[in-house]
Structure formats: C-alpha cells, structure tokens
C-alpha cells in the first residue's frame, strides 16, 4: 500500500469512528454464530506449516542445556512434537505444573483453565500434525473474548461475563492448533499495570518477584509476565497506550504491535476504536511470527481489516539468512535513529550501542534522521482526546448504571465526558498530519526507525515490535533494557526480520528470570494484598 492510500484509509477510519463511534462493550457483542478469518486454499495452511519446519533446523535439547520443556521457545517446541519427539500434554502439562507452583507468587493469570487444556492436548496428541501452532500452549488477556470462559477485563463491570463464541483471532489461533492455558491478569479495563478493580497490585515482574515496586509493564503485564516466568511460551497482548511495548521492554520480552487492521478486533472489549491492537508477545521474532502469521487476515466482523494488503510470509521474514556462517538480515534495511538515540552513560547508552553494532554487523545500515520540524508538538498530548473520547463512549451506559463500577479507573474515564466536538476534531487532524509526517520525513529516509516512545507510532496505527538488548538496574533490581523499533505500514515483516537477525547474534532472549526463592515467597504471603497505588497514579498510567 503506498503512502497516499494509507492516508486515505485513515482518514476514512477517522471519520467512521467520529460518525459511527465505538462497538458497545457489552456482553451482547459476544453473540452470534462462530466467526473465522478468511478461508485460504484446503491444505494451503498445512503445507505452509511443513515448509516451514522443514526449513528450520531441529533443535537438540541436550546442545540447549534444556531439561525442562518449559524452557523452549514456541517454535522450538513445535518443531520437536511435529518430530514426535515431545507430546502435546507433556508439553502443556509443563506450563500447568508451574502455573500452579508459582502463580500464586507472580499472579499472570485472572483465570486458569487446566482441564481444558489439558483435554484439547490430549485431543492434539492424537491427531493429524497439521496447524502452524499444533501443540502450541497461550496465554490469552483478559479482555479477548473466550467462549465459555470468563472475560472480565479485570473490572467490575465484566465480573461474571462469559461470552459465548471466541473472538475471531481466538478462533484463528484454535485453528492453528494452540491450547489456552487460561485468561492473563491486566490492569482494570486495560488502562493501568495490573491491579484489582479497586486499585491493588496484582501481577509482578517476572524479574523481581519479591518488589512489587518494580513495574511489571502496562496492562498486558500478566501476559509478559507468564511468558518470562514460563508459565507459557506466548501470550496475547492489547495495546492501545503501549501495553504491549512497555510490559515487553519492562521484563524481556519480544513484543509486536501490529499495524492497525493487521489482526481483527472482533471479540475483544474495545478502548478506542481507531487506536486498538492485539500483538503476541513471545520469547523471540519467530516465535511473534509464528503466533502473528495465524491470527492476522481480514475478517467480515471488524470493517477495519478490510481491503488492506495481505499478511506477508511473516515466517520467512523472521529467519535470517546466513552467508559463510555470518548471520546477515533478510533484506536491505535502512535502520533511523534520531539524534542523541545512543548516547549517554550508563546500562542505558550502552545497551543502545551494542545494539547498533550488532544490527549494522547484520548488514543493516543504521542513518541519523533529523526530528521533523512539528515533532514534538504532534507527539506531545495533542491527539490524547481522540482516546479519552473513544474510550468512554462505548461505556456511557455504565456511567448511567453506577459509577462505582469503574472501580479506581473512574476519574480517567470521566475525562472522556469532557472533551468537547472541537477538541476531538483537532485531535483528528493532528493524528492525520502526525502520520503525514512520519511517511514523508521518517520512513521515506529509513526503512525501520529506534523510537524512544510508543506514543507517535500508536496514535497513527503504525506496527511496533520491542526486543531485548541488555540489562539495567531498576530499585536495586537488575532487570531487562529493551529498545523499540517501529515500520511503515503493514511492514511487520521488516520489523520481525532486524530483530530476528539481531537475536541470531545475541542471547539476550534466550535470558530467564530465577524462581522466586522460598522467602520471597513466604514475604508475599504474609503480606497478603501487593499493595495499592494511589488515584494520582493510576490516572497518570491510564493518559
């Protein structure tokens, strides 16, 4: 899609959304017949599946070190069972043993639903190998509908909805052969770290089980949090503010937003209906691939997927090529950075420029962008109106019935209330002449840019993926350092490939947090509640 076209969807969708408004996030939107994602040739996806595996080399769990299969990345594990060399319910049964060890500890999960995935392993282990995610366990956020299963969005006002039908990418990744292991904690509606409705700390990073005060991330923090603790290989997570960039970088995950239509959003409780995503967040690039290349495609039930390009050959994307034993990135890629990127001291630059170097050993061409005049004003909270406004109108009925529903998030939803048509109007043209700027004066010089923050790349639909680089210490805590990089539009496939090429070179991806140790343990169940953070706080996480 060029970048005029672009343009043009995107103010069609901008102005669909200030006409139409949001989906209502009521437990009706879960009835209806089963959806699916568009059909592909009988077999097509079985023999993509093979191709694909074959391509890969076996992995040898004694060369790994691995005495646990938990400590496998998805698609490693995949390719051992289509191998017949480790069963479906082995595998599962892996991530249950240590779901019910330690999330009493970490609390990743709302809900776990061991005997069904217990009884759709089994069913697995007796059929045909045939999807791209056969035997593949997930974690599934909270608010993504789950037929029969509980989807509360952590809140008050969905306690006891159970949707009948899955969301159309549920569907999708069933059909791939995943198993859900259960539904992932989150903050109360998706707008904060994950709390309690009533505003107490839940999921804690993986990497300092004993610090509540170190951030887990944003409110796909449960689901970060289950893949790096290896409560399961990959987790979905939703992102309309970076929540699933921030939980990503916060504990060493490789998370990928994708553009705005790549995956649909039927099914899952809507924040804003013109800046809501659904990404995977794995161990690494193939992995996200993997999970992306099943879930992604057009659907009847969401217009936004619609008419856009198709879904690339994500799974070539993130397999680097390899040239006399030199790891080389797939295609030429020019990598923008803006001035001052990688500099300073500390773990910080550090990290930054070790990145660099290895990416530019890649074949990579890293270049310096001047910032675009208009930057800092377009990415400053210009267009925050856009998202308080989207974010309360599907909720008014809510409002109406009792405010006390909206638990500790209630002061950041009223805002919504506030936002005259004006200030909603300007914030749409500034999302227009942001995303104008970013196609004109970024990615016309540069092919993937290092961006600091989320923000400008979210509040325009444009993919992001987050990878990690290196360590840091954060409240006497040494915990991941990530960087994020973001792409054009629909260009998942170039993000997947650099960070891809980045981890053929490096380990960082392969580093995993220790057990929590008995006393940490016995701390936190003395402790009882994690504690609570206050209205100030959460109303700045949930901006």
């Known amino acids: 899609m060029d970048r005029r076209s672009f343009l043009v969807r995107m103010g069609a969708l901008s102005a669909a959304a200030a006409v139409a408004g949001c989906a209502p996030a009521t437990a009706g ?80 999960f709302n809900e776990v639903t061991d005997q069904m995935a217990r009884e759709r392993a089994r069913a697995l282990d007796d059929a045909p190998v045939r999807g791209l995610l056969h035997g593949v366990p997930l974690a599934v956020k909270d608010n993504i509908h789950t037929a029969g299963v509980r989807t509360t969005a952590n809140s008050h006002i969905f306690q006891d909805f159970v949707p009948d039908r899955d969301a159309t990418l549920v569907r999708a990744l069933m059909d791939a052969g995943a198993i859900m292991l259960g539904k992932s904690q989150l903050g109360p509606l998706a707008t904060t770290r994950a709390l309690t409705p009533d505003g107490e700390v839940t999921t804690l990073n993986a990497w300092a089980p004993g610090s509540p005060d170190v951030s887990p991330g944003g409110s796909s923090s449960g689901s970060a949090t289950a893949v790096m603790a290896r409560l399961a290989p990959v987790a979905l997570g939703t992102q309309t503010g970076g929540s699933i960039t921030m939980p990503s970088r916060a504990q060493g995950a490789t998370g990928l ?32 691939a993997m999970v992306l290349q099943a879930m992604a495609g057009e659907d009847p039930r969401d217009p936004r997927t619609l008419g856009l390009p198709p879904v690339p050959d994500l799974l070539t994307a993130a397999t680097p090529l390899e040239d006399g034993g030199r790891v080389r990135v797939r295609w030429g890629t020019r990598l923008g950075i803006f001035p001052g990127w990688a500099d300073g001291g500390g773990d910080g630059g550090k990290n930054r420029q070790d990145f660099l170097r290895e990416t530019e050993a890649t074949g990579v061409q890293v270049v310096e962008i001047p910032l675009p005049e208009g930057w800092d004003e377009l990415t400053s909270g210009a267009l925050n109106a856009i998202r308080l406004v989207e974010r309360a109108e599907p909720f008014l009925p809510y409002f109406k019935e009792d405010v ?55 509040m325009i639909g444009l993919p992001l993926l987050a990878l990690p680089v290196g360590k840091r210490e954060v409240a006497g805590v040494e915990v991941p350092d990530g960087v994020l990089l973001g792409g054009a539009p629909f260009g998942e496939e170039r993000l997947l490939a650099v960070a891809a090429a980045f981890q053929a070179r490096t380990d960082w991806h392969r580093k995993r947090p220790a057990d929590p140790t008995l006393e940490e343990e016995a701390r936190l169940n003395r402790l009882g509640a994690r504690g609570r953070l206050d209205l100030d706080t959460v109303a700045r996480e949930a901006q």
């Not at 060399?85 to 970490?106: H, K, N, P, Q, S």
């Not at 705005?260 to 995503?277: Q, W």
Request: charged share 25%; glycine share 8%.
């Open 29 to 108: 939107a879960g009835a209806g017949a089963s959806s699916s994602v568009a059909a592909s040739p009988p077999g097509s996806e079985t023999a993509a599946a093979d191709t694909f595996f074959r391509s890969l080399p076996l992995p040898d769990p004694s060369r790994m070190g691995a005495t646990d299969p938990v400590e496998f990345t998805a698609w490693e594990a995949a390719a051992l069972i289509r191998e017949g060399r480790l069963g479906v319910l082995e595998y599962t049964d892996a991530f249950l043993t240590r779901i019910r060890r330690w999330d009493g500890v970490y609390q990743a």
């Open 404 to 458: 006390r529903l909206f638990g500790v998030t209630l002061t950041s939803f009223i805002q919504g209330l506030f936002v005259s048509g004006d200030e909603y109007l300007k914030g749409q043209r500034a999302k227009l002449a942001l995303l104008r700027l970013v196609l004109d004066d970024i990615l016309s010089r540069c092919d993937v840019v290092a961006l600091e923050t989320h923000v400008p790349f979210d």
């Open 257 to 288: 937003k994708p553009t705005f239509g790549r995956v649909s959003l039927d099914g899952v409780i809507p924040l804003s209906y013109t800046r809501d995503h659904v990404g995977p967040m794995t161990r690494d690039a193939r992995d996200a």
